[in-house]
């Protein structure tokens, strides 16, 4: 029997520490952005990470100082409501109305894993808003979590490859109705 979300206090703790949390505004964004990509001393850039093992450097390596993590965190706990957004939509999608808690927390924890690596490798010469880049390695994580989900291993190649012939056979479809 699927337990209901209402039922699961974890969650419901979860939700009620998100909602104490702050919204970010573009400016605020780009500026922990910019902190936690740059050393303050000697306005070093550090490189993006670009593999999911591979660890941020924790100090400058021209001048030893510690790289500023409250930036870092700051970033991360801006955004955490929209990565339940986006797990709950999926959630939905995947299961319908009636999706149970453990489910929701497995797309919640991989949503955080696609916000952790979309910080690690965001461009500040981009003009888009962290949050706009963040929201494709988001659902990326959580696709990939509903795909290693299901009764039969279907390798994830493959699961991206149906999705694009869905999507193609709806582009399709809605031509011949007009």
């Not at 001393?41 to 100082?65: D, G, I, L, M, V």
């Not at 990939?144 to 039969?152: A, K, M, S, T």
């Not at 193609?168 to 479809?173: F, K």
Request: charged share 35%; hydrophobic share 35%; with cysteine.
């Amino acid at each position: 029997m699927s337990q209901k979300i209402g039922d699961d206090r974890v969650i419901e703790q979860y939700y009620t520490e998100l909602r104490a949390g702050v919204f970010l505004s573009a400016s605020e964004e780009r500026y922990l952005v910019h902190r936690y990509m740059t050393c303050d001393a000697c306005q070093w850039k550090f490189p993006p990470s670009y593999h999911e093992a591979e660890r941020p450097p924790k100090t400058c390596r021209k001048c030893n100082e510690p790289r500023d993590f409250k930036a870092h965190t700051l970033l991360i706990k801006g955004a955490l409501r929209f990565v339940v957004k986006v797990a709950r939509e999926y959630a939905r999608r995947a299961r319908g109305p009636a999706y149970d808690s453990t489910m929701l927390k497995k797309l919640i924890s991989a949503g955080n894993v696609g916000l952790l690596i979309a910080i690690e490798r965001y461009d500040l010469k981009k003009e888009t808003r962290l949050l706009t880049y963040a929201a494709w390695w988001i659902r990326e994580k959580i696709r990939e979590e509903l795909d290693r989900d299901g009764i039969v291993r279907v390798p994830s190649y493959k699961q991206k490859d149906l999705r694009a012939r869905r999507k193609q056979i709806g582009r399709a479809s809605c031509r011949k109705r007009v």
